[in-house]
């Protein structure tokens, strides 16, 4: 809510408005930087201010006050009260003791800069008469939200979500303080603002030489009660505060009253402290070195006492004290209990600065080494991480055990969250190894994560009979732990190639188990098989594998199997359809994740899919295969093909057959190579297109035949759809349309029952094309009038779903296609339609085509139009639309007046 349309706000504006009403007085009070001058400014900008006489005056400069016209309305702004000297403060006694009719006068200032707190005049308080209206209004720091949308604002698509916690946090929503610490992110070159980069900026100017200023005006024996509450770091009781400055009972009690009356502490309902957190970072620093040590070693001996105990603030009042033994012993407990109550970050947090410190005893990072690791495999990303446990394996003095256990961490971890796959294979390998007689419980870990299939350069067959060791050495173990994680994979892997039983081995996962651990694998199963189930045509079950796997996953404490069912939703919502805001899901995820490839590998796939579908070539490229894109040599062999289909299809579309063909057997050659053949149902049809129309349909047809046996016995209705457009595919490029025609009509049925609906709609577009073009190929040039009318008919339904869908290119394309062929009953009347200055059906798609970045050639291939005329077109839709350039036509289509209904668009040309 803006201030004028608070109560106060309200009743200022009627004043200001010379209805009659009272004189007004609003007293604005303020935390140092809350906003108060701009809360005036606002003020100053109202309709009703505008027609009245504004006057600004600060108190404490050397300016005269104004002096006030003898009638009219009048707003009166005065700031910095706080800093008003005897005659300000007389003459503002006179103005408001004795107040003109049409007066409305705001006050700003500090509460905590009063001389008598509470009393912005100071004592004796005035002597307001009954007609004048007084209101108070504190301008309070901005919430969490406030914050978020100011620093969106200033940062864009670098804001994170973590980036703006931490400007709450550390700036106390304090609005001045936000402002200059963006100020400083917004000057970064990094791509994505985080809680380091909030951490890095460092303290703002004004902060620190208002926390400085403050506390210098204290005495100098007063000055310990200030540092100590920065040394604290948080508000405290007066007890603890007191004990840590070292003052004495006595002291401590006239110092802390000093600081408060200096408004260099204040008071909360949590203790004393500074007024915000980014001042206590100030005063740290200005601490002399001896005294703030001996202040961080108090401050430990005060927190040990706590119960709970706060063990990691505790580790970093000891570090700082120079109490090193005492430093570990907390990092450790501290990291314990983060780690065993799912507080993952947390724990990496604290282990990887303390494990980088050379000062650790080998002892001591033996014992944490595995902590760390155990959190890094289910968090986040961390490259700091990654660095340490590689140099603590190789530490030739650790136990085989003990680095066959790190290294086994370390290979899940390459893998999973760095995206570094032949790396982590052979970590796992050796893990494998090192562990097998000494840990078969740890040793079938390894042997379980090489089961899955999702490595890029592996067989299935090499993926099972690691499952088949892993199995053995579980049950070597005797370990429940390690018996879920194997069941984990194996229901995973069997989902993945389609086996029929995968469902009961999903419903055996111990989702329920008493145990954390189990339950911790059991969602990762859960999202596992939801992925897998996904890629095999069962949206349905896949959605219900998604909703259980992210709750239990959540309750685990599993980021990082968090984020990768968060990413198969995106995946979920493109093929199912849900497309409304999803470009904007998936830009928000990769921004999220951007350091993690391999999470965000689903996210960057379906934005380049829906960039294709909307005509925006170059942004589809980008998102496929750009600088940012996953290698299709390392990426999951999934998201391989069907990026694969992807730019297959768009070299298509481009007439690039060449390329299309080349990228069509390379990636044919790898789904080979790997085996899971449900896997090749996005790749399938477009590389049979692409073979064919080069002219090597034996390649094609050996390409359905290798379908069509690899999916013998497999529970994958998306693939078996995927077959029969293959064949239809085929058919058409070899012009054999009468055949293509009911194929392309079984696929379309097939894949409205998953429902997959831009599947649907692109079989069933092709399927009207081709009963066309059998009708236009018959030798006298004609087609049954009720082929052609379903022809038709599949025509318009198939332009409606893409242009339901937001698929701008398919959606142009068969509006082409079937304005060529339109029955001659709902043809337009000759001669062309006037227009006028509005955009034409035609005008509008080539205009609607080139605000995606299409050319002029590759407008007219869709289309089938001359590039002279797509050329024409686009000159008379700019014209019209009162723009030069080709970039603003989508946003200025928005505003265009569309006058015509579908059979118009049709027949218009």
Known sequence: MTAHETFWGLRLRRTLAGDGSAPVLVLVEGFAGTGKSSLVRELTTLPEAARATCLRWACGESAAPPTLPADGPVLLAVEDVHRAGAEESALLRRLLEHPRPGLAAVLTYRPEELAAPGLPLGTPPPRYPPGLTVLRHRVRPW?????????????????????????????????????????????????RCTAADVDAAGVPVRLAELSLGRTAALLPEHRPIVWAAAVLGEPVGRDELVTVSGLGRSLGRQALLAALAGAALIESAEGYGLPVPLAAV??????PGPVRQEMHGRAADVLAHRQPVPWAALARHHRAGGRIRGWLRAIEQAAREAAESGRHQEAIGLLEETLATPAVPPQTRARLAPILARSAVVGLRSDQTVQVLTQIVEDAALPAAARGELRLDLGLLLCNQVGMSDKGWRE??????????????????????LAMPYW???????????????????????DEVVRTAVA?????????????????????????????????????????????????????????????GLELSGKSGAPYTKHTALGARLLLEWVTGRWAGLAERCETFVTATADMPVISADARMVRGLLALAQGEWGSALSWLSGANASSRDHAAPPLAAATSGALIRLSLARQELTGAAAEARDAWAKVKRKGVWVWAADLAPWAVEAMARTGDPEAAR???????????????????????????????????????????????????????????????????RCALAAGAADAEGHVLDADKAQAVADLTACTRQFTDLGAVWDAARARALLRSHQPAKEARPPGRPSYGDRLSPREREVAELAGTGLTNREIATTLHLSPRTVEQHVARA????????RQHLAKMLDEAVLPESLNEAANSG
Not at 156 to 175: D, F, K, M, N, P
Not at 282 to 287: I, K, L, M, Q, T
Not at 428 to 449: K, Q, V
Request: charged letters at 25%; hydrophobic letters at 45%.
């Open 143 to 191: 919430n969490a939200d406030e914050v978020r949308q100011v620093a969106a604002a200033a940062l864009g698509e670098r804001c994170t979500q973590e980036a703006v916690a931490r400007l709450h946090e550390r700036s106390g929503g304090v609005a001045q303080i936000v402002a200059d610490l963006l100020a400083v992110l917004r000057d970064s070159t990094r791509l």
């Open 282 to 287: 100030a005063v740290h620093e200005s601490v």
């Open 428 to 449: 796992l390998e050796r893990a494998a190894a090192e562990l097998r007689d000494a840990r078969p419980d740890l040793s079938a870990r390894a042997m379980s994560a």
């Open 456 to 478: 890029p350069n592996s067989s299935f067959d090499i993926h099972r009979a690691w499952l088949e060791d892993a199995a053995s050495a579980a049950a070597d173990s005797g």
């Open 488 to 548: 984990a994979n194996r229901a995973g892997l069997a989902m993945s190639c389609g086996d029929p039983q995968a469902w009961e081995l999903v419903r055996k996962l111990p989702t329920d188990s008493p145990d954390p651990r189990c339950r911790l694998h059991a969602a990762r199963g859960l999202c596992n098989a939801a992925d897998a189930a996904l890629w095999l045509g069962h949206h349905g079950r896949a959605e219900e594998l998604l909703t259980e």
């Open 702 to 768: 050996a390409v359905i035949a290798d379908f069509t046996a690899g999916l013998e016995g497999r529970d994958a209705p998306g693939a078996e759809a995927a077959v029969t457009w293959s064949r239809a595919a085929l058919a058409e490029a070899e012009g054999r349309w009468l055949d293509a025609v009911p194929l392309y009509r079984e696929a379309a049925a097939a894949y409205a029952a998953l429902p997959r609906p831009y599947a649907q709609a692109l079989t069933t577009e092709a399927a009207g």
């Open 878 to 885: 700019m014209r019209k639309l009162g723009t030069t350039s």
